[in-house]
């Protein structure tokens, strides 16, 4: 490995001239510029500033890495939770329509025993009546006895 110029490497890396240079100028230039040589208008970088601005560039993408990783992360478990969340609001739609089914039929059950006993009270009723008039019918009158018609 030999020095190269800066248009060299913004090539091998992948990236542009301007690019290089701003990390150049992030890093405290006194650290980079003893890597680099001037031979007429051209910037020579010697390995170890290859290596070094090499490394600044995996960093930052190691970092646009994770952030775009964060945020696939962020979009799945928004998806999670807006399933999870319709999920829960059809559970409860299902719930209030069984809670209005339960309430009906409670209502349509106390009507039926309220009628009943209406039925069985007026059942009742007409059982006493009966018996009460039975009675009265079957109070014999009284016996008069045969020989008492040949005592007059």
Not at 83 to 99: D, P, R, S, V, Y
């Amino acid at each position: 490995m030999t020095d190269k110029t800066i248009k060299e490497l913004s090539e091998e890396l992948g990236v542009t001239k301007q690019a290089i240079w701003q990390k150049i100028k992030k890093k405290s230039s006194t650290d980079l510029h003893q890597f680099m040589s001037k031979k007429g208008n051209t910037v020579y970088i010697s390995v170890d500033g290859q290596n070094l601005i090499k490394s600044m560039f995996k960093d930052s993408e190691s970092k646009d890495r994770k952030r775009k990783n964060i945020n696939v992360d962020d979009n799945k478990e928004s998806l999670f939770l807006r399933g999870l969340i319709e999920n829960l609001q059809a559970e409860k739609k299902e719930l209030h329509k069984l809670l209005d089914q339960q309430q009906q039929l409670t209502l349509q059950s106390n009507q039926r025993i309220d009628q009943l006993e209406k039925q069985l009270q007026i059942g009742l009723e007409k059982a006493e009546e009966e018996h009460s008039e039975s009675s009265v019918q079957e109070t014999p009158a009284p016996v008069k006895k045969w020989w008492s018609f040949f005592q007059k």
